[in-house]
């Protein structure tokens, strides 16, 4: 199977970018709330302001998750791959051949073919 790490990395890169360009404007919305609550006699604009500092929050907390668990991520997404024919993507989970029945590419043995050889039917019926 072909080194996926990259794609962990990628991820962290993306949270990474995220997180750097919603910092500022946390910072700067919440010092806005903070400045409307002392000053304002107008509750709506401290609504919208409000609304728009939880927002670049929420971004910001997305940015932080991407980063710290990109590796995680990229494994979850990754996993039903491994299920699949490399070449024509067919699910191979359960197939006890080792050449893909869509395509007739060879398959790994230990990518969802079972062994085939280990049924151990004894009957269960009363
Ligand atoms: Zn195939």
Redo the contacts with the bound molecule.
């Keep these: 199977m072909a080194d996926r790490s990259w794609l962990g990395l990628a991820i962290r890169v993306v949270g990474l970018l995220v997180a750097a360009t919603t910092l500022a404007w946390v910072v700067s919305t919440w010092a806005q709330v903070w400045h409307t609550k002392q000053h304002a006699t107008n509750s709506s604009s401290l609504l919208a302001i409000s609304f728009s500092a939880i927002g670049y929050t929420v971004q910001f907390a997305i940015g932080l998750v991407l980063m710290a668990k990109g590796d995680v991520l990229a494994k979850r997404w990754l996993r039903g791959l491994d299920a699949r ?1 490399p ?4 699910d191979i989970r359960g197939l006890t051949t080792a050449v ?1 029945p ?4 060879p398959i790994k043995p230990n990518a969802g073919v079972s062994s085939g050889t280990s049924s151990q039917g004894g009957s269960s019926a009363v």
């Design positions: 024919c070449t024509c993507l067919y893909c869509e395509c007739g590419a």
